[in-house]
């Protein structure tokens, strides 16, 4: 315990010693954590975005006008057997018609048809694992008793519909952003490291000959290193705090706002997710401090 003490009292005076080095490795690293919070709230949000995407996936087969019913409820039959299916359904044409009302921005427009309805009815087909879209698609493209009801039997694929297409597209930009953020994030790291390791560095030179009597009169390495693994961790846990407090501050007050403006898409994050950042960001910056530490200790302090 005496030592832990001896400890801390030399890492907080340190901080005094040289206090615009020291101010600039803390601000570097509640810099540095901060844009990687952002990042981490941010690729959460992402996630569940795309996720509500995906599980809106639903395949759309048209059925051509001259169908049978018991045709169509045969092929819906076997649809539903399927593996990956969760339910399926039939809609006619007259409440196509009147779904494409409903959602038009111009109703008018059905007005003008005279009385004529141009929409196909369709099999709606619900996905339990709506990463299988392609698989169930080639399942009914292959069943012949669809071929025989599809509204194009010329070309059976041009008569389903499904938002694979638009998900995928989503999963390769989000992709591209991961990469981009984890450079980001390597790159925060490494400046990081690198003001701990001069903030350390020029500790260890201010303090060389008390080192050195220490040495003499039998200091253990490890008693000599403790400042100043204190002193880089006392750092990176002040730039830990500074980020998290700005990061509830956002969550408190910028987000909400945010949401207001953006209705539309859901930008809620469980409490319970950013306790985990929190900690996730608490935990890198305790080990920025260390590493930063024991590689000025490794290189300038010879023990």
Avoid: C, W
Avoid at 50 to 57: A, C, D, F, P
Avoid at 115 to 121: D, S, V, Y
């Amino acid at each position: 315990m005496s030592s832990l003490f001896y400890f801390l009292k030399e890492s907080f005076q340190g901080l005094t010693r040289n206090l615009s080095t020291t101010l600039g490795s803390i601000i570097t690293i509640f810099l540095s954590l901060l844009i990687i919070g952002v990042f981490l709230v941010g690729g959460v949000i992402v996630e569940h975005l795309v996720r509500n995407i995906e599980n809106e996936v639903t395949i759309t087969a048209h059925v051509g006008d001259n169908a049978s019913q018991e045709t169509i409820d045969e092929v819906m039959n076997q649809i539903t057997a399927l593996a990956d299916v969760s339910s399926v359904s039939f809609t006619t044409k007259d409440q196509a018609l009147e779904d494409f009302r409903e959602t038009t921005i111009n109703p008018d427009i059905i007005d003008q048809l005279d009385g004529q309805n141009p929409l196909p009815a369709s099999i709606e087909v619900e996905l339990s694992d709506p990463s299988q879209v392609e698989t169930v698609v080639q399942q009914i493209l292959d069943n012949t008793d669809y071929k025989s009801i599809t509204d194009n039997p010329d070309d059976p694929h041009e008569a389903i519909r499904y938002g694979q297409r638009t998900v995928d597209k989503l999963f390769t930009v989000t992709g591209y952003l991961r990469y981009i953020g984890a450079a980001l994030i390597l790159l925060l790291v490494f400046i990081a490291l690198v003001f701990i390791n001069n903030t350390i560095r020029l500790a260890i030179m201010a303090r060389r000959k008390e080192i050195a009597i220490m040495r003499l009169v039998g200091a253990s390495n490890g008693f000599i290193r403790g400042p100043f693994l204190m002193e880089g961790a006392l750092h990176a846990v002040i730039g830990a705090g500074l980020a998290i407090v700005v990061l509830q501050v956002l969550r408190a007050y910028a987000l909400p706002r945010l949401q207001d403006a953006i209705s539309f898409l859901s930008l809620d994050v469980s409490g319970h997710t950013y306790v985990m950042i929190y900690l996730a960001l608490l935990g890198a910056g305790l080990v920025i401090g260390l590493l930063g530490s024991a590689f000025a200790m490794r290189r300038y302090l010879k023990v």
